[in-house]
């Protein structure tokens, strides 16, 4: 004979399981809308501008069977760009998540940990040193990010791995890496400076299938790598004894974790330059959209691919002038950052 459950108890395991499909469902509502508003924003990339094209003409290009100017402007300039932007804000809002849940601090932004500054560093190298043309500086700035990612961590891994330690040793890191940076181009001459610049505010106009082609792949590895370990971020975040009680391995997971964000972010900075604050503003965001208690890898991907093409439009075609994607999303992300570190800073108060 079954012992019968308390009616309290009972009562409290169904407002659980209750709170747990309403968080899910409030997650895919959200994830849905992400998907609508990401691919209105796209069609409006490709179809709208100084030149509308209809979308059959759009259907056209991309079928081959379309023919003059559409052609040119939405098959080799549009397209690309559109394509860019989604897969580079992709990346970014995944990467930049992973990193403020694994750290547990919204502030741990890879914009913040001095590794989008290490793939800036090496791309000015390679531009004004070396006098690189922009496929070569873009492989620069993948190996500049990685290395520099690699050496935060090995740093922050002396005396015992902590959030803290890694996020004070990231902003040192990024200071030393702008000021070489900035040592670099007052040092360089005009042209120089005219084309490092041009990649430092981070743009999409210069995308080509050529530069989708290598983040596409390192979305396709990188991207189900965090997806399918999304339970071990969650739990590494709570604590690494908790975790590791439940059947974690702390170091492999959190190495693994780590590589795969430092991957999506070194290949979206090299494919269009470090765009400012993605990173940074997707997860609170999609945070506040869909809720607590709910994996936040998915819908701050969206969120990234959404704020990266609704900034590009804006910039192309709202401010009167050619504004880059960077720039926007940095004029939107520091009221954002200010905002966070003022509410840090009530909850510290009141801790």
Request: aromatic share 6%; proline share 3%; charged share 10%.
């Amino acid at each position: 004979m079954s012992a019968r459950v308390p009616d309290s108890q009972a009562s409290a395991t169904e407002l659980v399981v209750a709170g747990r499909r309403q968080r899910a469902r409030r997650r895919g509502i959200v994830i849905a809308i992400l998907i609508v508003a990401l691919l209105l924003a796209f069609v409006a990339s490709v179809t709208l501008g100084r030149t509308v094209y209809g979308l059959d003409q759009v259907w056209g290009v991309v079928t081959g069977q379309a023919q003059g100017g559409a052609v040119f402007t939405v098959g080799e300039l549009r397209l690309p760009r559109a394509t860019l932007g989604v897969l580079a804000g992709f990346a970014l809002g995944i990467a930049g998540t992973t990193f403020q849940t694994l750290l547990g601090n919204p502030l741990a932004s890879p914009d913040i940990l001095g590794i989008a500054a290490g793939a800036g560093a090496a791309a000015v190298f390679g531009i004004i040193v070396l006098g690189l043309n922009e496929t070569f500086s873009s492989a620069l700035a993948l190996t500049g990010a990685l290395a520099t990612a690699l050496a935060i961590f090995l740093l922050s891994q002396r005396g015992g791995f902590t959030g803290m330690r890694f996020i004070l040793i990231g902003i040192g890191t990024a200071a030393i890496l702008q000021s070489v940076t900035s040592y670099m181009l007052a040092r360089a001459v005009e042209w120089d400076i005219q084309r490092a610049m041009q990649w430092l505010t981070g743009s999409l106009g210069g995308a080509s299938w050529e530069s989708v082609l290598p983040l596409a792949i390192a979305c396709l590895v990188a991207v189900p790598v965090l997806l399918s370990r999304t339970r071990e971020l969650e739990l590494l975040r709570v604590g690494e004894a908790t975790a590791q009680a439940l059947g974690v391995t702390v170091t492999r997971s959190r190495i693994g974790l780590i590589v795969a964000a430092v991957v999506l972010l070194a290949f979206a900075t090299a494919a269009c330059g470090p765009i400012m604050f993605v990173a940074f503003m997707a997860g609170p965001i999609a945070a506040r959209l869909a809720g607590p208690g709910t994996s936040l890898l998915l819908p701050a991907g969206l969120t990234g691919a959404l704020l990266v093409l609704a900034a590009d439009f804006a910039g192309q075609y709202l401010f009167g002038g050619r504004t880059p994607v960077g720039i926007v999303t940095g004029v939107l992300g520091a009221p954002i950052l200010i905002l966070l570190l003022i509410q840090l800073n009530r909850k510290g108060a009141r801790s």
